[in-house]
């Protein structure tokens, strides 16, 4: 054997380093208490829920202007500023002065207060709408809001590692590994989905036994509006519609019981604000027994007669709940509520055993493939092939290797592109190999042959790389998801292989140069050079 | 073991490249053919949509799966095939729903209640608009690639291999999206993924074979284009058979063994692996001739270039000796 070289020494270092790091990510289906880093299965392989999500941003548009419209409407009754004909339509707040004295007060006044609103005058009629920049402002706010919301509400629902991150400039990506059921799948989505508006309301008694005669547009003129119960949709309600408090006064929400039996309820606390509101309307409300309604989501799910005053923000909701549906909506309503409702643009559901499928054919695809290779390589060239085979070995795991330190996800394409790389991986070999054949048949020596073989294969073999993995990169850069996992995959196996490919077997030859027989090349090479040729 | 032996006689490639160009522009215009009348068959990927795959406790009853699916108007069009096996089918419908909590599985799975015992193993469900831009991204990434690819080339060549791999390039990726029209197979991610492998697995044969003509023109005595096509070819058909061969049976393996998902995805490889050696050997090179390459230009700019380098280095071992 000849001296250790620093090729052997590196590869070597290489090969180590690859075995260690990927063996928590090989152990990770037989022993799942294997600490060290690694490779993250995707969703299409360990099953799971991924959606892309959109934030409907116009409805977070129309509530900012609707809540411009009531802070104009209050400023203007403040200064006692006589107007009509308020209303929010087409995206705009439009009044009309009654006297004409009043404008540069209003004029002053809009601008001290509405600072990003553009406000267009036509005699005494006042147009306001959003500007560019609030309106840009309060959609991006809606969509990070939605994430951090729904990423609040994963987080507590308990799963293991979901992911919410916002994709693009609008779109939410959601993924949540290790679902088991449709059933658990569609409850996560139902948690997703909550619009978790709460709201306190009083119940309009004066008009309330009129209320199964009324219209909509009825109920709207007295200031009112006709909700249905969250249990029997045929029992409505007739509430103020302005509030007596919102969600955004609540501070906590946890699953309780009733005293005397186990019927799960909602216990929440109010805010300093709140319990103050809350408060002074159960004291008026108290001596006429007057009834205030718990909404949620446009649903009345309680309306007790107040009884006493209360103090101290501790309220409940009670209703038919069943113990998960009480758990989830106690998490939307500490999660707070979405600005504006989501919906799906894209959605992927892989069940746990067609994942395990995708893993079995794909291995079963890697490892047929892979002896394949090495049992051909080795006919055809020998312990020529063998040395390719080495380091075919140690590009394997390599990629693993590198995979797990980055904590790289594995796809079912990124397993599709490792089976790639295999067959791709020992073409720098066959390269290498071919010029030392014909080297030799030229009648080099083995030192001279290998060094001019090696030399004569590089620049093929670094041009030929280079621009596979151009195509690789782009590929990263453009795709979404699975096929990212593909293009990684395939990137690292084609940097991994010129470590492996050109440097280790580069090595490994220099070292075992002095035990080649030049009169067994057959055996070495795959060759047998007639006499003539020399 | 030896297949192409060393004192191979060279082959006469060029003499037979009319004859082969001719075919190469017939396939290709066959492919062209297919790509306007019969036209990609689009997946949820990029048309947008659901496929749901449901699996049986023993087998399917696809026919009383079809009946109850066209009573709902909302799945009248909504195909239903055998996935992989007896006992379990994909269904394929246009429609999609905006609805996170309710949404078209669940819609399916009431519906399919009363035929039998079955699982829904996985749903995949594509908005319209998600679809096009997938398909704006896909066509984006094949541009920069070559655009990155010619840059490279031309770089390290010359701007006439660049151009003759790009165009062998283009062949043999029209050549297999016209299969994909031919079979109607469905086009989803994992397929322009391997359009994007053959790109890259094209390439590579190409630009071995350049290198080794480049190589040629460095150090074969004559001047004849042709003369050093043929037997650079002829020196890297070991090569580009042996590397053709091994990922054409990886591929095979993945395409007989890999499951019912990555079929689209190898069958579109295994087209692209044979197309792409074949133009790698037939093609690209004939390419190289039609566009004028002419070797005493390039031994010429190769010379100048080595005459500058040295120049520079002569100056800057002046420089180091300090004489300047």
Do not use: C
């Amino acid at each position: 054997m000849g001296k250790l070289n620093y090729r052997v020494v590196v590869f070597l270092f290489a090969f180590i380093f690859g075995v260690v790091f990927s063996i928590p990510s090989l152990m990770q289906s037989t022993d799942s208490n294997t600490t060290g880093k690694k490779i993250t299965l995707g969703l299409d392989l360990q099953g799971g829920l991924h959606m892309l999500l959109s934030v409907k941003t116009e409805v977070a548009l129309e509530s900012k202007l609707k809540s411009i419209g009531t802070s104009v409407k209050y400023n203007l009754e403040d200064e006692d500023i006589i107007f009509e004909d308020l209303k929010i339509s087409d995206g705009k707040v439009v009044f009309e002065l009654l006297d004409k004295d009043d404008a540069p007060k209003v004029d002053k006044l809009l601008q001290d207060k509405f600072k990003e609103v553009t406000i267009k005058k036509d005699a005494l009629v006042y147009e306001m709408t959003l500007s560019p920049e609030l309106a840009k402002k309060t959609e991006q706010h809606a969509i990070d809001q939605a994430v951090d919301t729904i990423r609040n509400r994963l987080n507590m629902f308990g799963l293991a590692e979901p992911t919410v991150a916002k994709q693009g400039k609008d779109k939410i990506l959601v993924e949540v590994p290790g679902i088991k059921t449709a059933a658990d799948e569609q409850r996560i989505r139902a948690l997703i989905a909550k619009a978790a508006h709460l709201q306190m309301m009083a119940v309009d008694e004066d008009r309330f036994n009129r209320l199964y005669s009324m219209t909509d547009a009825e109920a709207k003129q007295y200031g009112d509006v006709i909700l249905p119960d969250v249990a029997d949709n045929r029992t409505k309600y007739l509430l103020y519609s302005i509030p007596i408090l919102d969600g955004s006064m609540l501070t906590d929400a946890q699953v309780g019981y009733e005293k005397n039996g186990n019927r799960p309820l909602i216990n929440f606390s109010l805010n300093g604000q709140g319990a103050k509101i809350f408060g002074d309307f159960t004291e008026k409300a108290a001596p006429t027994k007057a009834r205030m309604a718990v909404v949620l989501d446009g649903q009345v799910y309680t309306a007790p007669h107040v009884q006493t005053r209360i103090g101290g923000g501790g309220v409940q909701i009670t209703g038919d709940f069943t113990p998960e549906e009480a758990h989830d909506i106690a998490i939307a309503l500490r999660s707070g509520a979405l600005l504006a409702p989501v919906q799906v643009e894209e959605k992927r559901s892989v069940g746990p055993s067609l994942g395990a499928d995708s893993i079995k054919a794909s291995s079963i695809a890697l490892i047929i493939g892979f002896v394949m290779v090495v049992i051909f390589m080795i006919i055809y060239y020998g312990m020529a092939g063998i040395v390719a085979n080495t380091a075919l070995i140690a590009n394997l795991f390599l990629i693993l290797a590198i995979m797990s330190l980055f904590g790289a996800t594995l796809t079912l394409p990124g397993m599709a592109g490792i089976v790639l790389t295999v067959g791709m991986a020992v073409d720098a070999n066959v390269i290498i190999n071919e010029r030392i054949r014909e080297l030799l048949h030229e009648g080099a020596s083995i030192t001279k042959a290998i060094e001019q073989g090696y030399n004569n294969a590089f620049t093929a073999i670094w041009d030929a790389n280079v621009t596979t993995l151009i195509a690789a990169v782009v590929l990263y850069a453009y795709g979404t998801g699975p096929i990212k996992g593909f293009a990684l995959t395939i990137s690292i196996g084609i940097l991994a292989s010129m470590l492996t490919a050109i440097l280790g077997t580069h090595g490994i030859y220099q070292w075992l140069t002095p035990k080649i027989d030049k009169n067994r090349l057959g055996f070495w090479f795959g060759i047998k050079p007639k006499k003539g040729e020399k | 073991m030896e297949v192409f032996k060393y004192n191979q006689p060279i082959i006469g490639f060029m003499a037979n490249a009319k004859k082969v160009g001719i075919f190469s522009v017939v396939m290709v215009l066959t492919s062209l053919v297919l790509l306007m009348t019969k036209g990609l068959n689009y997946g949820i990927d990029f048309a947008g949509g659901t496929v749901i795959q449901v699996k049986y406790e023993g087998n399917a009853p696809i026919e009383d799966v079809r009946k109850l699916l066209q009573k709902e108007k909302a799945y009248e069009g909504a195909s239903v095939t055998f996935f992989g096996s007896d006992d379990e089918i994909a269904i394929r419908t246009k429609s999609t729903s905006k609805d996170v909590d309710v949404d078209v599985s669940d819609e399916i799975r009431t519906i399919l209640a009363p035929t039998g015992k079955f699982k829904i193993r996985g749903v995949d469900m594509v908005g319209p608009a998600v679809g096009d831009e997938l398909r704006e991204q896909g066509l984006l990434a094949m541009l920069f690639s070559i655009i990155g690819i010619l840059i490279y080339i031309s770089f390290r060549f010359e701007w006439r291999f660049a151009l003759a791999s790009v165009m062998a390039l283009m062949h043999d990726v029209t050549i297999a999206l016209g299969s994909l029209a031919l079979f109607q197979i469905d086009v989803n991610l994992p397929i322009l993924a391997a359009i994007l492998t053959i790109l890259g697995y094209s390439l590579n044969d190409t630009v071995i074979v350049f290198d080794r003509i480049r190589e040629g023109i460095r150090n074969i005595k004559s001047s004849n284009l042709n003369e050093i096509i043929d037997e650079s070819v002829t020196r890297t058909l070991s090569r580009t058979t042996l590397t053709s061969l091994t990922t054409f049976f990886v591929v095979l393996t993945l395409y007989l063994f890999g499951g019912e998902i990555l079929k689209g995805f190898s069958f579109t490889l295994l087209v692209g692996v044979v197309v792409g050696t074949y133009s790698s050997i037939f093609v690209a090179s004939p390419i190289l001739m039609w566009l004028n390459f002419s070797v005493s230009e390039f031994r010429a700019k190769e010379a100048a270039a080595l005459k500058r380098e040295k120049e520079k280095e002569k100056q800057r071992a002046m420089y180091e000796q300090g004489t300047m």
